[in-house]
Structures are given as C-alpha cells and as structure tokens.
C-alpha cells in the first residue's frame, strides 16, 4: 500500500511538472530584463499580445516589455467578448496609452475570436509592416498553443514565445486548483487536436 501511494505521488509530481514547463515555454528566460548581444536575446519588430483570461496581465507584460526595449512596436489582438463594447485589442490599447505607450506605436487586430484568428489576423499585419520577428505574449497555460498556431500560419515570421507571469488564472501552484487543472487539460486536448488535425 505504502509503495503504490509512493509510486501514485511520484506520478502526480511528474504529471505536475511536465505541464508546468510544456505549456509555457520561455524562450527569453535566459535572457536579462532588456535586449543584449545574446543569441535570442536581440530587439525585435514587433510585441504580439493575445486577448483572452487575464488580458490585463498579458498586456501589462508587453508594455513591460515594450518599456524594456525589446521592440518599438505593440501589436493587440482580440474582437470584443461583448459585442456591444469596444474590442478586447481596444481595451489592451487603452491600457497601453494609460501607461504612457505613444499611439503610433500601437497596432490592433480586432477581429480576432480564437487563437487561430490571432494567428492569421496578426500575419496580415507582419506582411503591411515587414515585420520578421516578434515576441508573442499570452498567458502560461495558452503558451504553447498559442506559439504552435503562430508558428504554422505566420509564414517566415520568427516567433519567440514569453508567457506573462502574473496571470491571476495561472502561477506555478495552478495545480492546487481545479481551475489549474481544467486550464492545462483543457490546453493538452487543444493541443492533440491540432496535431491531429494537421497530419490529415
């Protein structure tokens, strides 16, 4: 009995830890608070924030990040939840104004309603601006799909994935909440189907 609750524990931990760092994967983690000469690590064209659960938090870390240096670009993307109000890119960019970001620096994608939308919305803004990289900033748990789909439909455009860290929804005790749990699962099955879908 003592070996099998040893041996489940091990196994929640496991499970625990590999969505922990499969779902939001860091590629300027290794990088300091501004850009340097550090292979990654360099400006980019543009900072892509996504709509959706905590959207202040994402925002508020691409401001960060625009604040920081790592580009002279904002790029929003999300339509409205309430179709009566402004769109979710419209109440980022206010947010951004609030915080002292200039408008010409700040470009909007609001038709946006899923994260396949984000994708191909913000490729036709790439191709306007020429931009070739960017840093795409959600929050952890939609990271990783989030990137896939940004990866696939953005053409030639490098993507260089950085989650948020203070997402009300998600921090690295999401699992002591079937909240956490519904979100990673949740992310993992959205994930499966787009592999699956895209190997027919």
Same mark, same amino acid.
């Given at each position: 009995?003592?070996?099998?609750?040893?041996?489940?524990?091990?196994?929640?931990? /496991?499970?625990?830890?590999?969505? =922990? &760092?499969?779902?939001?994967?860091?590629?300027?983690?290794?990088?300091?608070?501004?850009?340097?000469? %550090?292979?990654?690590?360099?400006?980019?064209?543009?900072?892509?924030?996504?709509?959706?659960? *905590? +959207?202040?938090?994402?925002?508020?870390? /691409?401001?960060?990040?625009?604040?920081?240096?790592?580009?002279?670009?904002?790029? &929003?993307?999300? /339509?409205?939840?309430?179709?009566?109000?402004?769109?979710?890119?419209?109440?980022?960019? +206010?947010?951004?104004?609030? %915080?002292?970001?200039?408008? =010409? %620096?700040?470009?909007? *994608?609001?038709?946006?309603?899923?994260?396949?939308?984000?994708?191909?919305?913000?490729?036709?803004? &790439?191709?306007?601006?020429?931009?070739? #990289?960017?840093?795409?900033?959600?929050?952890?748990?939609?990271? !990783? !799909?989030?990137?896939?789909?940004?990866? #696939? !439909?953005?053409?030639?455009?490098?993507?260089?994935?950085?989650? *948020?860290?203070?997402?009300?929804?998600?921090?690295?005790?999401?699992?002591?909440?079937?909240?956490?749990?519904?979100?990673?699962?949740?992310?993992?099955?959205?994930?499966?189907?787009?592999?699956?879908?895209?190997? &027919?």
């Amino acid at each position: 009995m003592i070996r099998w609750l040893i041996g489940l524990a091990v196994f929640v931990l /496991a499970v625990v830890f590999g969505l =922990t &760092f499969y779902l939001q994967p860091d590629e300027l983690s290794k990088c300091g608070k501004s850009p340097s000469s %550090a292979t990654g690590c360099q400006v980019v064209d543009a900072i892509v924030a996504v709509s959706g659960g *905590d +959207t202040q938090a994402r925002t508020n870390e /691409a401001v960060k990040l625009y604040k920081d240096g790592w580009s002279h670009l904002l790029i &929003f993307s999300g /339509a409205a939840q309430d179709k009566t109000g402004p769109s979710n890119a419209s109440a980022m960019k +206010t947010i951004a104004l609030q %915080a002292g970001v200039p408008e =010409t %620096a700040i470009q909007l *994608d609001e038709y946006s309603t899923n994260t396949k939308q984000n994708a191909e919305n913000s490729k036709t803004i &790439f191709a306007q601006l020429n931009i070739k #990289k960017v840093i795409l900033v959600t929050s952890g748990y939609h990271q !990783r !799909r989030a990137g896939l789909e940004f990866d #696939k !439909r953005a053409g030639d455009v490098q993507i260089i994935n950085h989650p *948020d860290s203070n997402d009300k929804d998600w921090s690295w005790f999401w699992w002591i909440t079937p909240w956490g749990w519904y979100l990673a699962v949740s992310e993992v099955v959205k994930i499966i189907i787009f592999y699956a879908i895209g190997m &027919f």
